[in-house]
């Protein structure tokens, strides 16, 4: 219904043109939007009032000019003015009944857009480090990434879902150092454990895993293990000095070959732990990129040798630094330290230059609220590197924080002492914890209630859409138990019957699908998918509520089934692409 206003629209404004009322360089894309109530129609546009000033003439009588010229239409019951120069459209039956035939032949690509290469984006999400067990925070960023990254592919654009693996730099080697020592306590030794090291089970459990494959080969005296080095932070020394010191040891004492033992376990443990987490709640990725890539692929150099091409460089303390203040950012960036190691911020620098040679036209970036500070910082490099940093996107998921029986759950990341979201899973259902990390916008803070997640009753939002494609499904088995017929190939005077207030309310809300999913694409904004999932489920639930379905006219029977039909298939699709299943009993 839109494009055919749309068009219409069009038709009237080159009509204008041709009469000389309008100039030709006018610009005659029309703004239409939804209605909030449907006494004022289906949509309305002001684009009376935006081109009124240079037409030279009130937006109320350009509005009126505009409606005399639109073409007859079959859809169009009328337009009228309204306030200062809004054209209000109100669509008749045979408009609203369309979308049924509409929804029961395109079925799952209904509202989806052929996928266009001048839309090929790029969109990292989760790329947690691969340090532990992914924990409910990250759980929100995979939900609403993966739900992002569907919606933007049925909106048209060509989508590669990515991400990236810190497999390279310090904390990798806290974390193999972190399982050393457990090793050595699995093997007698009695070690005091650094308090900057990585605990919790899962660190265990991947020393166990390397002393079955390895028996006590690398096992050492633990004293000579902590002898001389820098004390540690509650014996009055630095902890971070002392975990650097603990690495060094460690390398020292198992050697090249040793030490990488411990290193790839560890990192290839963790992550196939997260690949199973992440698979187990429907979130999948076309490319896992490594950072050890751009280390080996010689792209870091790369990247730093065309900022210094580009005069972005400078030394200072025997340190490289990037001039990233000059371009934006609050403050110039190191990107070699003195010792020669490059910085995180030049693996990003990397990555993001990658991203670009690989062709997207767009990098979308989904990160959690406390890098809100790497906006400006890679936008100031994407300047450096001589790339549009409008091509850049970064997304900010805020936190989730859990409530069980209205009590806030503590949670612990330092300690190891947090939920993780295989817990999570676990305990509400893959379908519930997706629903409830995308139901609130991903710039609001959300409280996550574990007790409504897991009820089944009409107040939990996911159950109670799932609830309506389980009860159209049970329509259909009833249908089949009283061997009745249903026709899907039904004509127009038949869909005409469907004139009832809960018939008019659910066609309308079924028309709006597409127009939802090229809005929450455009806006980022999966939460306004859930809503109207939400909206829809109402709907349908009046609709079940007030009218009865196998009635005896068959023409009347069969234009009910088509409609709750249309409203099933946009039901399970609309939950697909939220990555949620859509039930067929309950």
Not at 101 to 109: A, E, K, R, T
Not at 359 to 379: M, N, Q, S, T
Request: proline fraction near 4%.
């Amino acid at each position: 219904m839109k494009e055919h206003i749309e068009e219409l629209l069009i038709q009237a404004l080159l009509h204008l043109i041709r009469e000389g009322f309008l100039n030709p360089d006018c610009d005659i894309v029309p703004q239409l939007e939804r209605t909030r109530t449907p006494e004022h129609g289906e949509f309305a546009s002001n684009i009376a009032m935006v081109l009124a000033k240079r037409a030279g003439k009130p937006p109320r009588e350009l509005a009126q000019a505009i409606i005399d010229r639109m073409p007859p239409s079959r859809q169009l019951n009328h337009a009228e003015i309204a306030g200062p120069g809004f054209i209000n459209f109100y669509m008749n039956q045979v408009a609203l009944t369309t979308v049924v035939n509409d929804i029961l032949y395109h079925g799952d690509n209904y509202g989806h857009v052929p996928p266009s290469q001048e839309h090929e984006v790029t969109v990292e999400f989760v790329s947690a480090n691969p340090t532990g067990p992914l924990h409910v925070g990250h759980g929100r960023g995979a939900a609403y990434g993966a739900s992002l990254a569907n919606i933007l592919q049925a909106a048209g654009y060509k989508v590669q879902r990515e991400y990236y693996v810190n497999d390279h730099g310090r904390q990798m080697d806290i974390l193999a150092v972190s399982v050393w020592l457990r090793y050595l306590e699995l093997c007698g030794e009695h070690l005091r454990f650094p308090e900057n090291g990585y605990r919790g089970d899962y660190i265990y459990n991947i020393a166990r895993e390397v002393r079955s494959e390895i028996g006590d080969k690398w096992r050492f005296r633990g004293q000579d293990v902590v002898d001389g080095l820098p004390p540690d932070q509650s014996q009055g020394g630095d902890r971070e000095t002392h975990i650097d010191a603990l690495i060094n040891r460690a390398r020292e004492f198992l050697g090249a070959d040793g030490y990488l033992v411990f290193f790839e376990t560890s990192v290839d443990s963790i992550l196939s732990d997260i690949q199973k987490d992440l698979s187990g709640f429907g979130v999948n990725f076309d490319h896992w990129f490594s950072e050890m890539e751009l280390e080996d692929s010689g792209a870091i150099r790369h990247a730093i040798d065309r900022l210094e091409e580009n005069g972005h460089l400078y030394i200072k303390d025997g340190a490289t630094w990037f001039r990233a203040s000059e371009l934006g950012d609050e403050k110039d960036r190191v990107i070699i330290r003195e010792n020669g190691r490059t910085t995180y911020f030049a693996s990003d620098i990397a990555y993001f230059l990658n991203k670009m040679e690989r062709g997207f036209e767009k990098a979308i970036y989904v990160f959690g609220a406390d890098h809100h500070g790497y906006i400006a910082r890679l936008r100031a490099a994407a300047k450096g590197l001589g790339e549009d940093p409008d091509r850049l996107e970064i997304l900010l998921v805020q936190f989730a924080v859990l409530y069980r029986d209205g009590k806030k759950v503590q949670m612990s990341t330092r300690s190891g002492q947090f939920i993780t979201l295989r817990e999570l899973r676990e305990e509400v259902g893959s379908d519930a914890a997706r629903f409830f990390y995308v139901m609130r916008s991903h710039e609001q803070h959300l409280d996550f209630d574990l007790d409504l997640a897991k009820s089944r009753s009409n107040e939990n939002p996911v159950y109670y859409i799932q609830y309506a494609h389980a009860r159209i499904c049970s329509v259909f088995r009833n249908l089949e138990q009283m061997n009745e017929t249903h026709n899907q190939a039904i004509g127009e005077a038949s869909l005409k019957l469907l004139t009832e207030p809960n018939e008019t309310l659910l066609l309308r809300a079924l028309s709006r699908y597409p127009e939802i999913i090229e809005t929450s694409a455009r806006l980022r904004a999966p939460h306004q998918f859930a809503h109207y999932l939400q909206a829809l489920a109402t709907e349908f639930h009046a609709y079940y509520n007030s009218q009865q379905f196998l009635v005896e006219d068959e023409n009347v029977r069969n234009a009910r089934l088509n409609l709750i039909l249309a409203a099933r298939i946009v039901l399970a699709n609309g939950l697909a692409l939220l990555g949620i299943s859509a039930p067929e009993s309950m």
